[in-house]
């Protein structure tokens, strides 16, 4: 079966064991990729001509922007991580790191103060692995480098249990920081032990309850299912363990294996059967009955979680996307760019000292050039594997065009009831949600594909 486009799916509709067969296999592989952002980073490659970021953002129809700023260190390396990172808690380096951040900031403020900033984001790695000093800096550098105003932007940073201290809430705090987000994957230390996470469940505790005390209006907790030797016990006792500090909001992710994980993929299964769609359903279950609605298929909140702000719109399309430092994505509608994408300890470390070296960063040089397809594919995947669906007309006003003749095959998700369409809306129905990952890689190009699967990590 193809993964991508289904020109005669009109027969595979009239036909009920086709479509039956269609629907198991894409049941039969739930977990395929995990796709946040499309297309994927692994589909970047080295531009054939280097594009001016003035002319790149000049052309950007963006109302607002999203800012986020990376920082690529962390104090190890989980085993399921292949994330842009690298594990380094030297003070020098870190302080090196953001000065070049500041010079990147500076470079690309004229190009990009004409349009406010809706949200501003600190990720990584672990931001506030930085000593405090150096992390104030990053909000300087917004606000008073790029012009971000924290009082009509949502501004969320990611932590780590180690790294909570006092001193560093106080700084988000009076940053008017209101979403903070912490990593916790398990409650249990021989699971944290399984994934190579250093922390005790002592020290996520004492985070946790140091967090309460600063009360941020959101809290944000991730834990992982599928992680070697859970069961479903454990797993709903880190969840009821988390929901025990009535987080606004909670993230499951089903654990990957990829190309460079210290995990790998005969871990995962329990006596020989793969456990996370099972972990999955548990957890929305309960997740539903204790009062959170479900958004995607990762992400629970509160319904009256808010940051108290009156913010500026931003859609969860998500273009107008400013990355700074080495490792971030930015996103115009034509072109995605970044620096250059590695997951080996050497090869990231190399990426990051040309970063900190560099006099320039006015050209994006490493990224894609969006086809009007992928165009089309992105935004329509932006959309659908979120709870509130695509919008057919928001597709028709975006490309003068229906997004059903476009891609007749999104027919199938309705005719297995992975879908539905509701005054105009696409939206997957709550098995589509738990199909999301298999959905998302069977809508992929064949463009993308191929880039995809020729890419070589070093």
């Known amino acids: 079966m193809s993964q991508t486009v289904y020109p005669n799916y009109l027969d595979i509709i009239q036909n009920p064991d086709a479509l039956r067969s269609w629907k198991d296999s894409l049941r039969s592989e739930p977990y395929r990729s995990y796709l946040y952002s499309y297309p994927h980073k692994t589909s970047y490659r ?38 842009f990172t690298l594990p380094d808690k030297r003070a020098d380096v870190h302080a090196e790191y953001v000065d070049a951040l500041e010079r990147q900031a500076a470079q690309w403020a004229p190009f990009i103060q004409n349009k406010p900033v809706a949200r501003f984001a600190i990720g990584g790695g672990t931001p506030t692995l930085l000593e405090p000093v150096q992390l104030d800096r990053l909000f300087h550098i917004a606000q008073d480098v790029i012009g971000v105003d924290p009082g009509q932007a949502s501004i969320s940073v990611e932590t780590s249990p180690e790294t909570v201290t006092s001193e560093r809430l106080t700084i988000l705090k009076d940053r008017r920081v209101d979403r903070v987000s912490m990593g916790i994957q398990s409650f249990i230390a021989s699971e944290a032990d399984a994934i190579y996470r250093p922390q005790k469940p002592q020290e996520v505790e004492r985070a946790l309850e140091q967090l309460k005390r600063y009360q941020f209006p959101i809290l944000n907790l991730d834990l992982i299912y599928g992680l070697p030797g859970q069961t479903l016990d454990s797993w709903l006792y880190s969840l009821d363990k988390a929901l025990s500090y009535v987080p606004e909001e ?32 548990a957890a929305r279950e309960y997740l539903l009955s204790h009062g959170y609605t479900q958004y995607s298929m990762r992400r629970f909140a509160k319904a009256e979680a808010g940051s108290g702000k009156t913010l500026l719109p931003y859609g969860c399309q998500e273009e107008g996307m400013i990355g700074l430092g080495c490792g971030a994505r930015s996103y115009t509608r034509s072109v995605h760019y970044s620096s250059r994408y590695s997951v080996g300890r050497s090869a990231t470390a190399s990426i990051i000292a040309d970063y ?15 086809n009007k397809d992928d165009q089309r594919r992105r935004f329509i995947l932006k959309a659908l594997l979120h709870a509130e669906g695509l919008a057919l007309s ?54 993308i594909r191929g880039l995809m699967e020729s890419c070589v990590l070093s």
């Open 356 to 370: 900190v070296a560099a006099a320039d960063y006015t050209h994006a040089d490493y990224g894609i050039v969006l």
């Open 250 to 281: 909670i993230f499951i992710y089903p654990l990957y294996t990829r190309e460079h994980t210290i995990v790998k993929p005969e871990h995962i299964k329990q006596s020989g059967e793969d456990q996370r769609a099972r972990f999955y359903s």
């Open 46 to 83: 080295k531009l054939e001509t280097k594009l001016p970021l003035s002319e790149l953002w000049d052309r950007e129809p963006a109302d607002t922007f999203f800012l986020y700023m990376h920082i690529p260190f962390c104090g190890a390396r989980c085993g399921f991580c292949n994330l």
């Open 394 to 447: 928001s597709y028709t006003e975006r490309f003068t065009a229906s997004a059903l003749a476009d891609y007749p095959e999104l027919n199938l998700l309705v005719h297995t009831e992975l879908a539905v369409i509701e005054h105009e809306v696409l939206r997957l129905t709550g098995e589509g949600l738990m199909y999301s990952d298999a959905i998302g890689d069977w809508f992929i190009s064949p463009h």
